[in-house]
């Protein structure tokens, strides 16, 4: 099965860090458990903040166990943020425009703390990489495209940010046995998906019953002007979780100097990520990244890219001809 790669270059991914702080400074996790949710700006500001804000991490973590994925967790309001609210209001059948309102804050209150404690056993720190090679040819060389670090893994199983994680426990080695604390995004949403739209305008991909009931939604990077998504309607042939990744350079792109057809393992860090969604159109699928930071962020070759947990989430309520509609 052949699939499509991810635009990263090192251009859009300095760009990123510099707009979201590469290093946050510690946070308390008093300060996001206890944030009000009312000090958050309604509609998202023109400039982007230099540090986390503790109030957003909370927002983020609500947003996420109500089924509006806000993405990765990383305390930013970004565009991820005010998607996610629009995605909450359309799924509680509000008026949706995106702004924080009265309302959707009132919907949104949970007694349920959203940090919790976290200790770090043995199998978190087995099966690491020590690194992740750019070169696909050194890609081919590993068994296994795994988490480099712990505290990776659990930024991603606990849909983080890596900075977050490190923010809310200063000066942590992330060792076996060690307690941490990290976001509590809840259990993910269980249903049947019968369709699935995927809006190029809105950066999202929404999940449907069969009663046409919004069962979730979810940030995405959908193609890009140089590579766009499919048009219409197609059909998920079948969902691979830790799926292979097959390069082929006369089918897709040329990725530095290898001109050869190459077989990269699986794993998180595979550049589809850990589930690869196959789609009826040739070549295309919906699937996770090995960088979530970067979703909606920067362009894909024609793929929709989700983030791994996003993907995982939607792989596990899909069945082969579940339609995919892509629309403006």
């Not at 309102?101 to 949104?108: F, G, K, P, S």
């Amino acid at each position: 099965m052949f699939m499509k790669n991810i635009i990263l270059t090192a251009a859009s991914l300095a760009a990123t860090l510099l707009a979201g702080g590469a290093h946050a400074a510690e946070i308390q996790s008093d300060a996001v458990t206890g944030a009000s949710l009312s000090s958050i700006p309604q509609t998202r500001p023109d400039e982007t903040a230099v540090e986390p804000d503790p109030a957003i991490v909370h927002l983020q973590i609500l947003l996420d166990r109500a089924g509006a994925s806000p993405g990765v967790i990383d305390g930013f309001y970004g565009e991820n943020v005010s998607k996610a609210v629009f995605g909450f209001e359309t799924l509680q059948g509000l008026d949706a425009d995106g702004d924080l309102d009265a309302e959707v804050l009132n919907r949104l209150k949970s007694d349920v703390p959203v940090l919790r404690d976290y200790k770090i056993t043995p199998e978190d720190g087995q099966g690491l990489a020590d690194s992740i090679p750019e070169d696909y040819a050194k890609m081919v060389e590993m068994g296994k495209l795994g988490y480099t670090s712990t505290a990776e893994r659990l930024a991603e199983r606990f849909h983080m940010d890596e900075d977050l994680l490190s923010a809310l426990n200063p000066g942590s080695d992330f060792a076996v046995g060690e307690t941490v604390s990290v976001a509590d995004p809840g259990d993910p949403v269980e249903g049947k998906v019968a369709r699935i739209e995927v809006g190029r305008k809105a950066a999202q991909v929404r999940a449907f019953s069969g009663d046409d009931t919004l069962l979730a939604v979810y940030p995405a990077t959908i193609g890009s002007e140089e590579n766009p998504a499919p048009s219409g309607t197609h059909e998920v042939k079948g969902v691979a979780p830790m799926p292979t990744y097959t390069y082929n350079p006369d089918l897709n792109f040329q990725q530095d100097d290898n001109t050869e057809v190459l077989e990269i393992a699986g794993g998180p860090n595979n550049p589809v990520g850990s589930v690869w969604i196959d789609l009826s159109e040739p070549t295309y699928g919906i699937h996770g990244t090995p960088e979530p930071a970067l979703i909606d962020k920067v362009g894909s070759h024609g793929c929709v890219r989700l983030t791994n947990w996003d993907a995982e989430e939607l792989g596990a309520m899909v069945d082969p001809g579940v339609t995919v509609e892509f629309i403006n």
